[in-house]
């Protein structure tokens, strides 16, 4: 049996629900255990700053430590419970001495798997503004739109000020709501990427606006725990 590692942190309400999530498809798939899994906790107040700077070199470097800390503490594999610090995904994966399994990919395959051509993409910022999503999609012929840029400044605020520090609020949700809503009418897209992993707690729909919103924490959680019974 593998053993996994993950870096949470960031934050901390989805690395919780993480954890939960990936005890209970693991259970489900095996009956009786619990699987084997250890957690290195980061701050995400650190990880934001160096994001705010630009400073991908020390990011990588401290996700590139966060997984060798994990590897000495025995874990086979790795993986972060967030989208946001997959911007240096491949500079980190160079750094690790484990395999990472890769929300990016894992939420790329859920997409092609259900034949979606366009699809929005909400997060940080730095996801809806980065590279690292298009670069994978772009290889399967999967457009991505992303919100204007007024919609991306509101969900980015609202997603650091509020939802990484755990508060939920109603007004928040019937605004994001409202901007997919928009984008399915404006932009035609066939589903939505919630690629923030604090986005699920808040949007708990299947579907919003009649086409389907897709978990990237629960996505991620399959191939983490697919990875862990192979």
Known sequence: MKTAGMIGGLGPESTIDYYRSIVALYRQ????????????????????????????????????????????????????????????????????????????????????????QTVSLLGTRYTMSGRFYPEVFEKHSVRLVVPSAEEQADIHDRYVNQLIKGVFLPETRARLQEIIATEVARDRVEGVILAGTELPLILKDEAIAGVPLLDTTQVHVKAVVAELLS
């Open 29 to 116: 798939k095996v009956g009786d255990g619990y699987p084997p899994l250890i957690i290195n906790s980061l701050d995400v107040e650190k990880a934001l700053r160096l994001l705010g700077a630009n400073d991908f070199e020390q990011l990588a470097e401290y996700f590139g430590e966060a997984f060798r800390q994990l590897a000495e503490a025995g874990a086979d594999f790795g993986f972060v419970s967030a989208n946001t610090p997959h911007v240096v995904f491949d500079e980190v994966q160079r750094r690790s001495p484990i395999p990472l399994i890769s929300i990016v990919e894992a939420t790329c395959d859920e997409v092609t798997r259900r034949g979606l």
